[in-house]
């Protein structure tokens, strides 16, 4: 049977601010549901990797490196965009290891490592695959902010030093936005030829574990579960979805999931 369907936006317990699947667990989750593979791809950092590539190994998963990494906003420091990069082979690997732990070292602001846009170039990006980002990434923040010509804009920059290994990101996990960000997403796909990916920007396993993982992304945070003034940014669909279940929460997009088998 070919397989439908492969996470590409995950995060484990390494994942310090919002993660709480462990990852043994998630490899046999994934091995369960019939997964050929899945990305690893914690916030900001690579620590669970020597883990993960081995409990994949072992259960016959390929494992894909990755890392959800912050880029400067050079439009407001204070919101960094998001963007999902995966390693394609061992160059991609050693670009992205050198790139996060330079953000570590030179991009802090307000706390978190921070990529700048200059550290991006045809020689540091080979061997990477990268995801927009969604409704968080610098595109999808231009689409929903109505300047059609600044997405088109961040878009090319992407693609001259990404190629067609830049996907535009689509998620369904419902919270604000991410419906209107998906529909411009695809509309800007279609007229400059770039491929769609369809993720879940997985955080926990089961539905039952948003609870546990709203508590982490609290003590995070330093605030109370209760507190009316916590910003709820994440959502119960978050979990590890099965191929079935995206297929039918992406059927009207197949070859968004067709593109996380080819990745």
């Known amino acids: 049977m070919t397989p439908g369907f492969v996470h590409l936006h995950v995060h484990s317990e390494y994942s310090l601010v919002d993660g709480v699947a462990r990852v043994k667990p998630l490899i046999s989750a994934v091995a369960g549901q019939g997964m050929p593979a899945v990305a690893l791809t914690d916030q900001s950092n690579m620590f669970a990797l020597v883990r993960f590539y081995k409990a994949a190994v072992a259960a016959g998963v390929k494992p894909i ?73 610098d595109v999808g923040r231009a689409l929903l902010g109505g300047h059609p010509d600044q997405a088109k804009d961040c878009l090319e920059r992407w693609l001259h030093l990404f190629g067609d290994r830049y996907y535009l990101q689509l998620v369904r996990t419902g919270r604000a936005d991410e419906e209107a960000c998906l529909h411009d997403s695809v509309a800007l796909a279609a007229r400059h030829g ?59 997009l197949p070859e968004a999931l067709e593109d996380t088998v080819e990745i």
């Open 65 to 137: 490196a990755g890392a959800d990494v912050w880029v400067r906003n050079p439009l407001d420091a204070q919101k960094p965009d998001r963007l999902v990069l995966l390693a394609q082979n061992l160059t991609g690997y050693r670009n992205l290891t050198e790139l996060v732990s330079r953000s570590y070292r030179e991009g802090q602001h307000l706390g978190l490592p921070m990529f700048e846009h200059d550290w991006f170039t045809p020689q540091s990006t080979l061997g990477l695959i990268a995801l927009s980002g969604g409704r968080e990434g």
């Open 194 to 252: 770039v491929p769609i990916v369809a993720t879940n920007e997985v955080c926990f396993l089961e539905p039952d574990d948003f609870s546990a993982h709203e508590v982490r992304v609290c003590i995070h945070e330093g605030r109370t579960l209760d507190d009316p003034r916590r910003v709820k940014r994440f959502s119960a669909e978050q979990y590890l979805r099965s191929p079935e279940e995206m297929a039918e929460l992406f059927a009207d």
